[in-house]
């Protein structure tokens, strides 16, 4: 690769009792690269997720983010390094509005704090505003705009998709990782998936790690695919390789 | 309505100051009536912050009035006599001040005592370590002598009067509202919501449970400070578990994270056991199946409004 290298797992385990839920796991993601993570069911994908956003920390191994480590660090302050995700079962604030869910996220970014808020200054008026023009920025572009104002549990779940990456986005990231976003989309809906995805990458610069299930997204979209089996890597290349990869067959299909 | 709030306020004080200045035409009963309506107003509407807002529940809010209470009471009692034997108005007033805001530090302090341990547990685990909290600062104030026992301090000067009571009354909505109407303040909705979600964006959760824990027990305790000085007495049994109930049945009655709601309920759950006080024995028989039918007709709280609609964006 001739890219700057982002992120770095290196040999990382994860132990629950007796599971080895990942093991010895080293794989990197590089600036501006779109890499999916597949593998059978409780192959341990998630864990993977969970692992790089803290959610659990590694029994074994490191993980480092921009050449520094994060393996200890809180869920908060790994997003604050520039790690967004979003959720395999859609997690936004439900009862929050379309403009606060994302308003919300512009917080790592904020510089008033209680005292602002209260004493509501000129320079807390200001950074309201411009909070308030980027949100809608980002609505605009995502094509949200006009639900600015529905509770988010109202959308549909196509736009409650879009919209938790949307919020994932305004927090900034340098990579972005999506936990099954195509799961429970009709083929329509999963192209359009898949352009979405394109245009975040391309349009903010960003990486991105895909954890999927549906081949169909997967193939289409990644430049590098990682394999899991039981918490092992067993394959890692282009998708042409991945396809034709004994091992991944077998893993799939079964002996 | 929070378009100028700053302005809102200082036009709100002035009106409670000019307001204030016809109180003492009242009727002395109506009048203490008057303030303990005030007074569960302050108490009410900063556990909204905690229970309704930032979505934790707690039941501990007669502890951090009592710290508050006995904290004010101690250093008018004790304190201000001694370093102003002679005070005419303008210092007994300001004292009173400083008394009131002594008992509101030392009831934040106990909330981060509390809540720094505790925030990490969610919904009944912390209901309960609060309901702990409550109860062991009871014992507490029971079993210190300098601070009366059982029977408490009496003889505390009746310096709470309407201008007191409005002004934290206002200053409590004014920054309970400004908190979470701004885009840090949105973070605490966003803990309520999802917790995990709102670590995931970056929201440090934990700092943001113990800055609604303690603003809302510094209320708390100045609300404390303002029944101490009204009531003139006060012993631990006046901050027993019931006291946090009522707070609590405010805010959910009210509507949980409706600040409106709960002043409305603050005021008709203060005034319900006064106006039903001529059949006395089925006071609270009637008080609490009116509890039961509202909750069971309106689970939402009494005053759910709509949620205002952002502002529309002409840029």
Known sequence: MNSTLLLNLQNCTIRFGGLTAVSELNFQIHENELVGLIGPNGAGKTTVFNLITGVYQPTSGRIEFDGKSISNLRP???????????????????????????????????????????????????????????????????????????????????????????????????????????????????????????????????????????????????????????????????????????????????? | MLHRPKTLLCFSLALAFGVSLLAPQLNPYHLDVLLTIGINIVLAVSLNLVNGYTGQFSLGHAGFMAVGAYASAAFTLFAAPRWFPDANFLVTSACFFVALLLGGLASAGAGVIVGAPSLRLKGDYLAIVTLGFGEIIRVIFRNVDALGGALGLNGIPFHTNFFWVSFWGLITIYMVLALVNSSFGRGFLAVRDDEIAAEAMGINTTQYKIIAFVVSAFFAGIAGGLYAHLKSSIDPKGFDFMRSIEIVVMVILGGMANTRGVIMAAVILTLLPEILCPIAEYRMVIYSLLLIILMLTRPQGLFSFRIRPHPSHSA
């Open chain 1, 76 to 255: 908060y302050q790994i997003t604050a390094h520039g790690i967004a995700r979003t959720f395999q079962n859609i997690r936004l604030f439900p009862s929050l509005t379309v403009f606060d869910n994302v308003r919300v996220a512009f917080h790592l970014h904020l510089l008033s704090g209680v005292n602002h808020a209260w004493w509501r200054g000129a320079s807390f008026a200001k950074e309201e505003q411009d909070i308030s023009d980027k949100v809608i920025e980002l609505l605009r572009l995502f094509n949200l705009e006009q639900h600015r104002n529905t509770h988010s549990k109202n959308l549909p779940y196509g736009d409650q998709r879009r919209l938790e990456i949307v919020r994932a986005l305004a927090t900034r990231p340098k990579i972005l990782l999506l936990d099954e976003p195509a799961a429970g989309m009709n083929p329509t809906e999963k192209i359009e998936l898949m352009n979405l995805i394109q245009f975040v990458k391309d349009k903010f610069n960003i990486s991105v790690l895909l954890v999927e299930h549906d081949m169909q997204v997967v193939m289409g979209i990644c430049e590098r695919i990682v394999v899991l089996d039981y918490g092992l890597k067993i394959a890692e290349g282009a998708p042409e390789q991945i396809r034709s990869n004994p091992k991944v067959i077998e893993a799939y299909l079964g002996e």
